[in-house]
């Protein structure tokens, strides 16, 4: 790669993140910066302080995203004189390195949009019974205070769980057959702590939209979440 090209990398990948999911978008911008190689293995990233100002995000936000790579193998992080914070070297393996079509990854992920949102907003349009407005807030119960190890199984329930209170048989079927192929793809990269923490924050916006009937407001905040989950995958799959 020439220096001229190289600037341009640089300038692709350290470029201000969205604000909703700042914390997804900066632990995924930063996996870019690595499996591009505008860091390499061993060598340092730019100080905390000039991340957040190339990110245009807080010093935390930069904090939280290193500690989650750091926890997960992809950074290293040093104290001292010549300290900082390097990328490992080596650095870890996905289980199916290279296997992902980009325009595979596109595809399931727009279809997903299309799907989750939709079912957001007919949920929210509809008037649940007692019973499915109960069942909805205990899934959102479930997710908020499972284990690592349920986590990603209960957070697929949820998912599900707007979709079939959407009240259109035919979208579940598409929406778990989607939801499947997400998930293999999520199931190559570990649970991130910090992004669960989000994750449950945007659960608890959805379902309070759609309960309370919404529609805008819990069509809005689907998609929101789903970006976040996307900046994870593009960023360590692409």
Do not use: C, K
């Amino acid at each position: 790669m020439t220096e001229a090209s190289l600037r341009g990398v640089r300038r692709a990948v350290y470029r201000p993140v969205r604000e909703g999911n700042a914390l997804e978008d900066t632990v995924a911008r930063l996996v870019q910066t690595i499996r591009l190689g505008v860091v390499a293995p061993g060598e340092s990233l730019p100080p905390e302080r000039e991340l957040a100002a190339l990110y245009a995000v807080s010093r935390d936000t930069v904090r939280e995203a290193i500690r989650e790579l750091a926890d997960t193998g992809y950074l290293v992080r040093r104290r001292g004189r010549y300290g900082g914070t390097f990328v490992a070297d080596p650095l870890p393996q996905p289980p199916h390195p290279g296997e992902v079509d980009p325009a595979e990854l596109d595809d399931v992920l727009g279809l997903r949009r299309v799907l989750e949102a939709g079912a957001a907003r007919a949920a929210a349009s509809r008037t649940l019974d007692p019973a499915q407005r109960d069942e909805l807030w205990a899934r959102y119960e479930a997710v908020a205070e499972a284990s690592e190890p349920e986590y990603r199984r209960l957070d697929t329930l949820l998912h599900l769980a707007i979709t079939e209170v959407a009240g259109i048989p035919s979208l579940v079927a598409l929406a778990a057959e989607n939801r499947a192929q997400v998930n293999a793809w999520l199931d190559t990269f570990p649970l991130l702590p910090r992004n669960i923490e989000h994750s449950n924050a945007q659960h608890e916006q959805i379902v309070t939209a759609i309960l309370a009937g919404r529609a805008d407001a819990a069509e809005a905040a689907i998609l929101d979440h789903l970006a976040g989950s996307e900046a994870l995958l593009r960023g360590f799959l692409l």
